[in-house]
């Protein structure tokens, strides 16, 4: 699998990697875009993302590989925190490890589950 970078549904770029599913109110799966950061992300403009598929969604799939990736991301999940506070939602994160295959080679990504409580 390359890392050919497209953009997502939220204008940030993303790679080619695998969606999680999300299963809607009605029992049916659809696929989830899955914000993909990187050291260079704006945090604010990952916040707005985050921030906007909660409010649509419930729930929003943050992944960054590498300490300076996973920085930017930890910061844009407290800078959606602070929109969404706005709107009285409050959110937790679930954070786990996860394999991608990046130009052949299995890296390990860091996969953020932010979640409305």
């Known amino acids: 699998m390359n890392a050919s970078m497209t953009a997502t549904s939220h204008g940030l770029p993303s790679n080619s990697l695998p969606t999680a ?5 009605a ?3 659809q696929p989830m875009d899955v914000i993909k ?3 260079n992300s704006r945090s604010t403009a990952v916040a707005g993302a985050i921030a906007g598929v909660i409010r ?3 729930r929003a799939e943050v992944q960054a590989i590498g300490a300076p990736a996973v920085n930017q991301a930890i910061k844009a999940i407290a800078i959606a925190n ?3 506070e706005l709107d009285n939602i409050e959110i ?3 954070p786990s490890f996860t394999e991608v295959a990046i130009d052949g080679q299995e890296r390990t990504a860091v ?3 932010v979640v409305r409580r």
Do not use: E, F, P
């Open 21 to 25: 599913v999300l299963t809607n109110a």
């Open 27 to 29: 029992g049916a799966s």
């Open 37 to 39: 950061v990187s050291a």
């Open 56 to 58: 649509d969604s419930g």
């Open 82 to 84: 602070g929109y969404l």
């Open 92 to 94: 937790v994160c679930i």
């Open 111 to 113: 996969r953020i589950s």
